[in-house]
């Protein structure tokens, strides 16, 4: 299958500090990639859809200016935490949607985030 | 957001039996995922299922696309220690974005 890889997989940072999270399609290329977020004992949560050259699309409590998006190009998401706070600190995935391949998502590994 | 209903929530089995979970949805998708998620990774896709009534295999893995395109279910023959982690399945309609709608999960553990 496709291939997802996320830097970096862990991290830990202060409070009020911005942290940024890639997601690379490595061999194939991605207009869509989605980023979700994961709680202890819990199913993935959809946070937003990346669009390669246009805005993200953010999922309904979400908000845009906390978590950035830019899909720069066909390989390459990141996702800014800005001002993180302890609240902030969870698992965050992301995934690519290969088009060669009816559309199905592939995962990247998630980076843990730990605010303090 | 909408979830599938994915069952059972967890089950404890021992090596070498067969394992069953099933999911269900209240709307229509026309594609069913399933994937595998072990402690501090992203999920793993174990099968792709695209057309109704179609029965796939990956291995000791078999899962099918229910004919009324609402459920799905996976089964895992013989287990193995390697198989302890979360099952999630997953399903979408192609043609829109794409968005996943994904199961609660199925807490798989297996003792020797």
């Known amino acids: 299958g496709a291939v997802v890889s996320q830097h970096p997989s862990w991290v830990i940072c202060k409070s009020g500090t911005s942290v940024k999270i890639e997601c690379r399609s490595l061999?194939?290329?991605?207009?869509?990639m989605f980023w979700y977020r994961q709680f202890p004992k819990q199913s993935l949560m959809l946070m937003a859809t990346?669009?390669?050259?246009?805005?993200?699309?953010?999922e309904q409590g979400v908000e845009k200016d906390k978590f950035l998006i830019n899909h720069a190009s066909l390989t390459l998401s990141t996702l800014t935490v800005t001002s993180a706070h302890p609240e902030d600190s969870s698992f965050y995935i992301c995934?690519?949607?290969?088009?060669?391949?009816?559309?199905?998502?592939?995962f990247g590994p998630g980076t843990r985030l730990t605010v303090l | 957001g909408q979830q599938l209903n994915q069952s059972p929530q967890s089950m404890f089995i021992q090596e070498g039996e067969d394992v069953s979970m099933n999911c269900t949805s209240s709307?229509?998708?026309?594609?069913w995922l399933w994937y595998k998620q072990d402690p501090g990774e992203g999920p793993v896709l174990l099968i792709a299922?695209?057309?109704?009534?179609e029965l796939t295999s990956n291995g000791r893995l078999t899962a099918q696309f229910g004919i009324t395109r609402k459920d799905s279910f996976l089964n895992i023959s013989a287990s193995i220690p390697s198989d302890v982690g979360i099952y999630f399945c997953?399903?979408?309609?192609?043609?829109?974005?794409?968005?996943?709608?994904f199961g609660t999960g199925t807490r798989l553990q297996v003792t020797l």
């Open positions: 061999d194939f290329q991605a207009t869509t």
């Open positions: 995934s690519a949607r290969d088009s060669r391949a009816a559309d199905t998502q592939y």
């Open positions: 299922l695209y057309k109704a009534g």
């Open positions: 990346s669009n390669e050259g246009s805005k993200a699309t953010y």
């Open positions: 997953a399903a979408f309609i192609t043609g829109t974005a794409s968005k996943l709608t």
């Open positions: 709307s229509i998708f026309n594609t």
